[in-house]
């Protein structure tokens, strides 16, 4: 029997989600024969089979995340009984416990956090749906053994009673959060039993754990992902989850709104499953405001003299096959306030509580697809020329459309821009794309009247910046020079050009 392993599709890909599975169990494969679709980092790509055989089983569900290195299906290349792997294993032992233990295979040095979604893992650490991430691509090493579960596919794993781990340095794992309500509370933390990976103690342990020694009432823990009924059956009214009682501290968080569909409107509603793109951008934008102290600051540029610029060299540009828009300047001026207000192109490792300084600068474009928004990356803008960028633009602009983006495009990202003018609208607070330290917000360009430097009232182009910044990272004054300085380039684009140089 051959195990089907998800492999590692990309350098930073540690899970993938199955989308959909191509063929079922008890099917004939052939040798490359693609398996399944799998989505890691927003890229859906087509699993090929590893070997020519029958499917004896489907290890993972659709809809199901999956760790990299975790086996998702057993192939029976004879027709035989073969040896039986070790995730089958697992399943066996956890029907029979007095059954030996199996072998487990290496274990990963890396742990990626994930908030949300339903993890199937085996020889992994685990990650559970309801995991108090600090960061959606957060990185976490530990030597601590691995507690591997069984395999049951879209159902929640319940990790085992963990050992009290540590880091390296003798402080017991816990999220920030967890810690912070244990100061509150007054809690020494090594009373406290983790749920988490590897042991690692989240804040709804921390609320379990002070609602049993204070005689409380269970404290609310954030549901696990479910597998939503079929969009066409009717939807039924979901039933409250029992009260619970916050812990005896003020600004504690309460149970969570629960959905109840009205009585007599069942079915005039669809269910439909949180799933692929949508649950990649969900995750993302929940890690965000959970693990940002998100802060905003606003300005406006005059880009009339960018504009006439544009105007200038459009038809060198259409000589040179490229469609100039106003992104690559905003680009190329980004790149140079960046290298003079660097705190902005940093990100803050959790695990290490180390803020990262970065000297290259990548920068996110924001995309909206059919299929929901995503950012692919234009990698070293300061070494590329505004024509160099538009054609990247244009090129990751239109793959994003069709879906045809590398996962490695859409990774490494120092700063984001998000381009919401491009639809029309005056103004947004844009979401930090985690673990950039910032992202800028630009919009639509409005004729508007000015009042110039010699006091007359002409008619002007402008547009609205605003900047979204983790103020953990960045001041507000440094926020609000960083944008002044986007806007003096911006507002003398020959400047722009040599200080880009």
């Known amino acids: 029997m051959k195990e089907v392993l998800l492999p590692e599709l990309a350098e930073s890909v540690v899970e993938g989600e199955i989308l959909k599975w191509l063929?079922?169990?008890?099917?004939?494969?052939?040798?490359?024969?693609?398996?399944?679709?799998?989505?890691?980092?927003?890229?859906?790509?087509?699993?090929?089979?590893?070997?020519?055989?029958?499917?004896?089983?489907?290890?993972?569900?659709?809809?199901d995340v999956v760790a990299v290195h975790?086996?998702?299906?057993?192939?029976?290349?004879?027709?035989?009984?073969?040896?039986?792997?070790?995730?089958?294993?697992?399943?066996?032992?956890?029907?029979?416990?007095?059954?030996?233990?199996?072998?487990?295979?290496?274990?990963?040095?890396?742990?990626?956090?994930?908030?949300?979604?339903?993890?199937?893992?085996?020889?992994?650490?685990?990650?559970?749906?309801?995991?108090?991430?600090?960061?959606?691509?957060?990185?976490?090493?530990?030597?601590?053994?691995?507690?591997?579960?069984?395999?049951?596919?879209?159902?929640?794993?319940?990790?085992?009673?963990?050992t009290q781990p540590t880091r390296a340095d003798g402080r017991v794992l816990a999220v920030p959060a967890a810690r912070q309500l244990a100061r509150e509370l007054n809690l020494d933390l090594t009373q406290v039993r983790g749920s988490g990976p590897n042991g690692r103690i989240r804040v709804s342990d921390v609320l379990a754990h002070q609602g049993i020694n204070q005689g409380q009432a269970a404290p609310m823990q954030t549901a696990p992902a479910q597998t939503a009924a079929p969009a066409q059956a009717p939807a039924q009214a979901a039933q409250p989850a029992p009260a619970a009682k916050a812990p005896a501290a003020g600004g504690m968080p309460v149970a969570p709104v629960q959905y109840r569909t009205p009585k007599g409107y069942e079915h005039l509603e669809d269910r439909v499953p949180l799933r692929g793109m949508r649950r990649a951008i969900s995750n993302q934008m929940q890690a965000s405001h959970l693990y940002t102290v998100r802060t905003l600051t606003v300005d406006e540029v005059n880009l009339s003299k960018l504009v006439e610029f544009r105007a200038r060299v459009k038809d060198d540009a259409a000589a040179a096959g490229v469609k100039l828009s106003y992104l690559p300047f905003i680009f190329k001026a980004v790149a140079v306030a960046l290298r003079k207000f660097p705190s902005l192109n940093t990100s803050f490792d959790e695990a290490t509580q180390e803020i990262v300084q970065k000297r290259y600068y990548n920068i996110g474009m924001a995309v909206a697809t059919d299929a929901g928004l995503t950012v692919p990356v234009l990698k070293d803008v300061n070494h590329k020329s505004v024509f160099d960028l538009a054609r990247e633009v244009s090129d990751l602009a239109v793959r994003a459309q069709g879906g045809k983006l590398q996962a490695d495009e859409l990774a490494g990202s120092t700063f984001s821009v998000t381009n919401i003018g491009s639809i029309g609208a005056l103004f947004s607070f844009?979401?930090?794309?985690?673990?950039?330290?910032?992202?800028?917000?630009?919009?639509?360009?409005q004729k508007r009247p000015i009042v110039d430097e010699y006091d007359n009232i002409v008619v002007a182009h402008m547009m609205y910046l605003s900047l979204?910044?983790?103020?953990?990272?960045?001041?507000?004054?440094?926020?609000?020079?960083?944008?002044?300085?986007?806007?003096?380039?911006l507002e003398n684009p020959d400047r722009l050009m040599l200080e880009a140089m």
């Open 23 to 63: 063929v079922q169990e008890g099917d004939t494969i052939a040798l490359e024969q693609p398996l399944c679709e799998v989505m890691t980092d927003k890229v859906t790509v087509e699993l090929p089979s590893p070997v020519a055989g029958v499917l004896s089983k489907r290890l993972a569900g659709e809809g």
């Open 70 to 162: 975790a086996a998702i299906a057993l192939i029976d290349e004879t027709g035989g009984a073969g040896t039986v792997p070790a995730t089958q294993a697992i399943q066996d032992n956890a029907a029979n416990p007095g059954a030996a233990e199996p072998q487990l295979p290496a274990q990963a040095q890396e742990e990626r956090e994930q908030i949300g979604g339903s993890i199937v893992e085996a020889g992994h650490l685990q990650k559970g749906a309801d995991d108090d991430s600090t960061s959606l691509f957060k990185a976490f090493s530990s030597d601590e053994k691995v507690q591997v579960q069984g395999l049951g596919a879209r159902q929640p794993v319940a990790p085992a009673a963990p």
């Open 430 to 445: 844009p979401i930090i794309n985690v673990p950039d330290a910032a992202i800028l917000g630009i919009h639509s360009i």
């Open 468 to 489: 979204s910044f983790d103020h953990r990272l960045v001041d507000g004054a440094e926020a609000a020079r960083f944008c002044k300085e986007v806007i003096r380039l």
